[in-house]
């Protein structure tokens, strides 16, 4: 199983941009579906962006147009970028990714239900 480790938190400004990195250990060409998910505290863990290994995205509507997600397999990375943050977005943020994307990209952003998970990088928005 891919071991994922992401970095690139921290705490910027309200109408800051910040990119997010996901690093597997392995070949994430492999893992069809890939994400970000997040959980803010008090808030039950939701889906931000979710792309496969052909290049389809998915995007909350909450960050949609904000947000890109995007996938280098032959740096195993995947990658967040996040652009005019608001304070809602602060929150814990994962990478989480899985061989198969049965259900379609939509279903796995929605019910989280991938393999593989990181140990998360924390986002910090002051406004």
């Known amino acids: 199983q891919v071991h994922l480790v992401e970095f690139g938190g921290g705490s910027v400004q309200a109408g800051g941009s910040l990119r997010l990195t996901c690093e597997g250990s392995g070949d994430i060409y492999s893992y069809e579906c890939m994400g970000w998910f997040r959980k803010a505290q008090g808030k039950e863990r939701e889906g931000v962006a979710i792309t496969t290994k052909h290049g389809a995205t998915e995007y909350a509507e909450s960050v949609e147009g904000r947000f890109t997600i995007s996938r280098d397999n032959a740096k195993s990375t995947l990658y967040l970028q996040m652009n005019s943050l608001k304070p809602e977005d602060a929150a814990m943020y994962y990478c989480?990714?899985?061989?198969?994307?049965?259900?379609?990209?939509?279903?796995?952003?929605?019910?989280?239900?991938?393999?593989?998970w990181g140990l998360g990088t924390q986002v910090t928005i002051s406004s």
């Open positions: 989480a990714a899985d061989r198969w994307c049965a259900g379609g990209a939509l279903y796995r952003l929605q019910t989280g239900r991938l393999d593989a």
